[in-house]
């Protein structure tokens, strides 16, 4: 099993800036991946970033792709995600996921509002 507790979220104006952070606890050595993922009021749950624990690849969603950075350390067991010119669309709950083995573990989420 692993945990995982998300922070960072709050308020900020469009084209502000936020560093999500997810520390995972647990059963970390177990784990193959990290993302984080977003759900807006009524919409499906979207990927926005992963990194791959072996080797660091990432990969991101084409709406935050150049804005968004997801980065790693996996000494401390922590994933960040680095969001500069915010935008509006931006706004939702943010979840961190962990792929540990082949099942997805969720974090409960942090609140992102971007609005002036």
């Known amino acids: 099993q692993v945990q995982l507790v998300e922070s960072g979220g709050g308020l900020v104006q469009p084209g502000g800036s936020l560093t999500l952070s997810c520390a995972a606890s647990?059963?970390?050595?177990?784990?193959?991946?990290m993302g984080w993922y977003r759900q807006a009021p009524g919409k499906e749950r979207e990927l926005v970033a992963l990194?791959?624990?072996?080797?660091?690849?990432?990969t991101y969603a084409d709406s935050v792709k150049g804005r968004f950075t997801i980065s790693r350390d996996n000494a401390k067991n922590t994933v960040a995600l680095q969001m500069n010119s915010l935008k509006p669309e931006d706004t939702a709950v943010y979840y961190c996921?962990?792929?540990?083995?082949?099942?997805?573990?969720w974090g409960q989420g942090t609140q992102v509002t971007v609005s002036s």
């Open positions: 996921n962990a792929l540990v083995g082949w099942t997805g573990h």
């Open positions: 647990g059963s970390t050595l177990r784990i193959n991946a």
């Open positions: 990194i791959i624990t072996d080797g660091g690849a990432t």
